[in-house]
């Protein structure tokens, strides 16, 4: 049943039923012609032939040619090629020229049209000029219809010709017969062409089938083979082999990245020894500040110095380095929300200029207290879409960099260049560049380039670690540039 059901659905049953609807149709269209239009046309044809013959006599007559040998065979394969006979008088009713059987009986019949005689003709006329008469005749005695035309030529010569109307229907029957013959002669050759045609389309199909089941078993060995002259379906098969490779490659990488998943839980025991550095890290970096807070705190609980200038010393010391600790705490809190994705991410839409220019203007203090030179031109309107609060922290980290690294002619400037889809902020303050050896470590965390000065100014050394962190949680692009004469930092959002 299902083989039966196959069958009649092959491409091959398909294609013989095309061609043969096709044939049939093309055959009943051709015989509906035939039986309607080919009288008109046969009728039209011999219309025309006869007035062609009388033009060419009638030229030959106004040329002084019509008696010459060299136009007799013209007119001899004139009337041969439409079947026409003919007879030329001239004014004294001598025969001229002449193609006639019964050159009486035509001599008869172009005087009876001259003289406008009845005759037991049945007469119609088609057309009528000055120079001829186009006219169909039915003649009493063979019940023939007959095609004439007479008239005067250029030199004056009367001329009568005639040809016979053959039957048209018998003609279409005859046709339409020999018609359905050859036709089903030919829909025989189809159905074997087809077969055999079919067969070398189908065979690649099949192949192209049995291919795509191996490769349903996930059994990309087998191959298409595609021929020697290439259609679609050798380029199909060529596609299906690049299928094949890529899903081969596909499935190959899925069982790397399992295999790499697995390494990752793997790696589930290193996060301890990371938490065991990060808590080396921070003990170190509390270290100085808790040493200093409690040699201070002890000064005053001994009072070393009784004075009150003294007093205030110390306890502006234990201020400064307990804000310090605090300040640093926060950003080691900030970090690790961050790096262990405990932190939210809010995409919206903001106006990234003014999110600057108000920034600027809120840290405008910084600027005055350390005689810096903000500048940043005016841009239009540039939207992004980001987390605006942690935005506003990447830009807050790049600015007091620059605040704090800022020497030589102290400016500060702030650019926003827009690029395909995206916008670039970057901060660059004067002074001097970072080394080559440290450009990579800029990113780690508690890194210093110059220990004593991110002391001098508070550094903790885990501001540009929340940078990346916050970047790598956007999937955003971020670095740092060296000029000749200071540094820039940058990062990048998507304005689309």
């Known amino acids: 049943m299902n083989l039966i059901k196959s069958m009649a659905h092959s491409i091959r049953v398909q294609f013989s039923v095309i061609f043969l609807t096709i044939l049939v149709v093309v055959m009943a269209l051709v015989m509906f012609i035939n039986a309607t239009f080919l009288d008109d046309y046969y009728f039209h044809s011999k219309r025309e032939a006869i007035k062609t013959a009388f033009s060419t006599i009638d030229i030959a007559a106004g040329n002084g040619h019509l008696t010459s040998s060299e136009f007799d065979i013209e007119l001899q394969k004139v009337c041969e090629k439409y079947n026409i006979e003919l007879i030329v008088l001239d004014a004294d009713s001598q025969t001229i020229k002449s193609t006639a059987s019964d050159v009486q009986f035509l001599t008869k019949l172009l005087w009876e049209n001259m003289l406008s005689k009845n005759s037991d003709a049945e007469r119609e006329i088609i057309e009528k000029t000055d120079k001829y008469t186009l006219q169909t005749e039915v003649d009493s005695r063979t019940n ?191 970090l690790n929300q961050l790096e262990f994705g405990k932190s939210d991410m809010s995409m919206e839409r903001f106006n990234i200029v003014d999110m600057v220019k108000n920034y600027i203007k809120s840290a405008e203090i910084l600027a005055k207290q350390k005689e810096v030179t903000v500048k940043m031109s005016d841009y239009p309107d540039i939207y992004v879409w980001a987390d605006e609060f942690k935005t506003e922290e990447i830009l807050q980290n790049y600015y007091s960099n620059a605040i704090n690294h800022v020497s030589g002619d102290m400016i500060i400037e702030i650019k926003l260049t827009q690029l395909d889809n995206k916008v670039r902020i970057s901060v660059f303050n004067t002074g001097d560049p970072i080394p080559e050896e440290s450009i990579n470590h800029l990113w780690d965390k508690f890194y210093k380039v110059d220990k004593a000065r991110t002391r001098e100014y508070g550094g903790s050394g885990v501001g540009l670690s929340i940078v990346k962190a916050i970047m790598d949680s956007m999937h955003q692009q971020y670095g740092v540039i060296n000029y000749d004469n200071g540094v820039e930092f940058w990062f990048e959002l998507e304005t689309k």
């Open 144 to 334: 023939t219809g007959y095609m004439e035309i007479w008239g005067v030529l250029s030199n004056d010569n009367i001329i009568m010709m005639r040809t016979a109307l053959e039957s048209i229907s018998e003609s279409v029957s005859i046709s339409n017969s020999f018609i359905s013959y050859v036709g089903f002669m030919i829909a025989v050759l189809i159905l074997i062409a087809v077969f055999y045609v079919t067969k070398k389309i189908t065979n690649p199909i099949t192949d192209l089938s049995s291919i795509s089941n191996e490769m349903k078993n996930l059994n990309f060995e087998a191959k298409y083979k595609p021929r020697k002259f290439k259609n679609e379906l050798d380029n199909l098969g060529e596609n299906i082999n690049d299928l094949s490779n890529t899903l081969e490659k596909t499935i190959s990488e899925l069982k790397n990245a399992n295999y790499e998943l697995q390494q990752d839980i793997d790696k589930k025991n290193e996060l301890e020894e990371m938490r065991r550095d990060f808590i080396s890290n921070v003990s170190h970096e509390l270290k100085t500040p808790i040493a200093l807070i409690q040699g201070y705190a002890e000064g005053l609980n001994e009072g070393i110095n009784d004075d009150p200038e003294s007093r205030q010393f110390y306890c502006e010391v234990i201020m400064d380095e307990a804000s310090k600790m605090n300040n640093m705490v926060k950003k080691l809190l900030t």
